[in-house]
């Protein structure tokens, strides 16, 4: 089975199964040079399945031959993409195939399967001709990502081509508005700075402004610094604040460094508290220790933020004990115990067995948040052990939030267990408000065995069973569920 994840427009994840007589062809279709090119080698796999390139000895052979080629003349080729290799050359020998093919994939009985797979031939379908590709996507029920697609690739190639396409359509306002996008998203990557001079000559307003943060995202992917150049003489805007801070998103993205040098001289303000925690994060990634020095230039709410993103990434990585001991050793006081709550969330997924063994050596509010975190994992991980740390815990509040953490699991699976959890927590109110939820479950799907449970419990004062089945009774709804006669 190939998982491809297609890098364009609504963005689908692609599942297609090589079955039956592709069988026999899996090691040929998974070697390197094909999963260079992943994308256009499943589509040359789904025209030549449907035009006629078996995986007969003979097909094979095809297939083999034109890998071959494809090895000895790839050196030559630096400036042609993955959509001009092992099955680029079958349209120019049968330029019907592609409709031909889209056809076939939009009959496929597999919903899933017949969206990933028509997306992907009109996108490659567009690459040669993009009208017939656009002609075809205008006819697919309720597929405008389609159209969106044949539309960027054919903006890619004329921009005027497109315009005019799109002037032209009898489209409402709310489509030329999505295709607009997809004009200025095929332009801006061939020609950001051309989009960004027609974008010039639009009237100012909110549309145009999207445009420009798309077209200028584009082209930050590939010279963020010629970006950086257009932002420093273009107007200011009510969107240039978000404009900005998108390509810095950016630019922190490529070059963390660089970019937390600029950040430490901004003037505080919600820009640098957004901005610090991105780079904070990203040089986390890289370099704990750096980002965590680097944070000391911060004033005391940006650094507050920014301890955030690192903390997060480091005690979700495989150093997540150092974060926890950092943590204990430096930041103990309630202004930071956000902090524990992140660490707490990550290492009791990662690492439990690091947070249990700390346990003891926190304080009232680190246990209560560590035995909730690690309660809700476990349960679901390893229901029996997490069952056994539960009840070797002392009685009290991080005991009792414990069992509320595994009551969220147990009343969906096991619902007469989480019903009996729901009994020993030992605070009164919180004991009782768990009950309540549970019965309400009970009761929708076994109403005589929620009420005998709770007739025998032996928590409960009589005055206080009869009110929880009241107030149950309250919020039960009766649902009638009808099915058509047999056939």
Same mark, same amino acid.
């Given at each position: ?6 890098? *364009? ?9 090589i079955e039956?007589h592709?069988?026999n ?6 070697s390197?040079?094909v999963?260079?090119?992943? !994308?256009?080698?499943?589509? !040359?796999?789904v025209v030549?399945? =449907?035009?006629?390139?078996?995986g ?11 890998? #071959? ?8 080729? #630096?400036?042609? +993409? ?11 020998r /049968? ?5 031909h ?8 009985g ?6 990933? %797979? ?11 001709? @993009?009208?017939?590709?656009l002609?075809?996507?205008?006819t697919v ?6 159209v969106?697609? @044949?539309?960027?690739q054919?903006? &890619?190639?004329?921009?005027n ?8 359509g009898a ?16 332009m801006?990557?061939s020609?950001p ?10 009237p100012?307003? @909110?549309q ?8 200028? /995202? ?5 010279? =963020? ?11 200011m ?5 978000? =404009? ?15 970019a937390a040098g600029?950040?430490?001289q901004?003037?505080?303000g ?28 911060l004033?005391d709410?940006?650094?507050k ?11 979700a990585?495989? $150093?997540?004990?150092?974060?926890? $001991? ?7 006081? *309630? $202004? ?11 290492? #009791? ?10 346990f003891? #050596? ?9 035995a909730?975190q690690?309660?809700? $994992?476990l ?7 997490? %069952?056994?740390? =539960? +009840? ?6 991080? &005991?009792?939030?414990?069992?509320k953490s595994?009551?969220a ?5 096991n619902v ?7 009994e ?19 009761m929708s ?12 419990s ?7 069973k ?14 009638d569920?009808?099915l058509?006669?047999?056939?």
């Amino acid at each position: 089975m190939l998982f491809l994840s297609l890098g *364009s427009h609504d963005q689908r994840l692609l599942n297609w199964k090589i079955e039956g007589h592709f069988e026999n062809m899996k090691n040929k279709l998974l070697s390197p040079l094909v999963m260079r090119s992943a !994308g256009t080698f499943l589509l !040359g796999v789904v025209v030549g399945h =449907i035009t006629g390139i078996e995986g007969t000895e003979s097909g094979e052979a095809e297939i083999e031959n034109r890998e #071959s080629s494809e090895r000895t003349s790839i050196k030559h080729r #630096s400036s042609v +993409g993955a959509s001009a290799s092992v099955f680029g050359g079958f349209a120019s020998r /049968n330029p019907r195939g592609w409709q031909h093919a889209a056809v076939k994939a939009q009959d496929s009985g597999d919903v899933v399967e017949s969206d990933a %797979l028509l997306l992907v031939l009109v996108s490659e379908w567009a690459k040669r001709d @993009a009208y017939a590709a656009l002609a075809y996507a205008g006819t697919v029920p309720n597929r405008s990502d389609l159209v969106y697609e @044949a539309l960027r690739q054919m903006a &890619k190639q004329d921009p005027n081509e497109a315009l005019e396409w799109l002037a032209g359509g009898a489209i409402s306002v709310d489509q030329k508005n999505y295709f607009m996008r997809a004009v200025y998203a095929g332009m801006a990557s061939s020609d950001p700075e051309g989009a960004l001079g027609l974008l010039e000559q639009m009237p100012k307003g @909110a549309q145009r402004d999207q445009l420009v943060s798309l077209t200028l /995202n584009e082209w930050a992917k590939h010279d =963020i610094h010629a970006a950086f150049d257009w932002l420093e003489t273009a107007e200011m805007t009510p969107q240039f604040s978000q =404009i900005y801070q998108e390509v810095m998103g950016r630019y922190v993205e490529q070059d963390p460094e660089q970019a937390a040098g600029l950040v430490s001289q901004m003037e505080s303000g919600d820009m640098k508290l957004n901005l610090a925690s991105q780079v904070a994060t990203k040089l986390a990634d890289q370099d704990v220790h750096f980002a965590l020095e680097w944070l000391q230039s911060l004033g005391d709410l940006e650094k507050k933020y920014a301890l955030l993103g690192v903390m997060d990434r480091w005690s979700a990585g495989e $150093n997540g004990d150092d974060a926890l $001991n950092y943590l204990l050793e430096n930041y103990r006081d *309630s $202004n930071n115990d956000e902090l524990f709550t992140v660490v707490a969330m990550n290492l #009791s997924r990662t690492s439990p067995e690091t947070l249990m063994k700390s346990f003891s #050596s926190l304080n009232e509010f680190e246990r209560v948040t560590a035995a909730q975190q690690l309660a809700n $994992n476990l349960v679901r991980s390893d229901p029996e052990r997490g %069952l056994q740390w =539960i +009840g070797s815990l002392e009685s009290g509040a991080a &005991k009792d939030q414990a069992l509320k953490s595994s009551l969220a699991f147990y009343q969906y699976s096991n619902v007469s267990h989480a019903f009996g959890l729901a009994e020993t927590i030992t605070s009164p109110a919180l004991r009782q408000g768990q009950m309540r939820e549970v019965m309400e479950t009970w009761m929708s799907v076994n109403p005589a065995a929620a009420e005998q449970a709770l007739a025998i419990s032996s928590v409960l004062s009589v005055d206080e069973k009869e009110e929880m089945m009241r107030q149950v009774y309250a919020n039960h709804r009766v649902n009638d569920y009808v099915l058509p006669a047999k056939q």
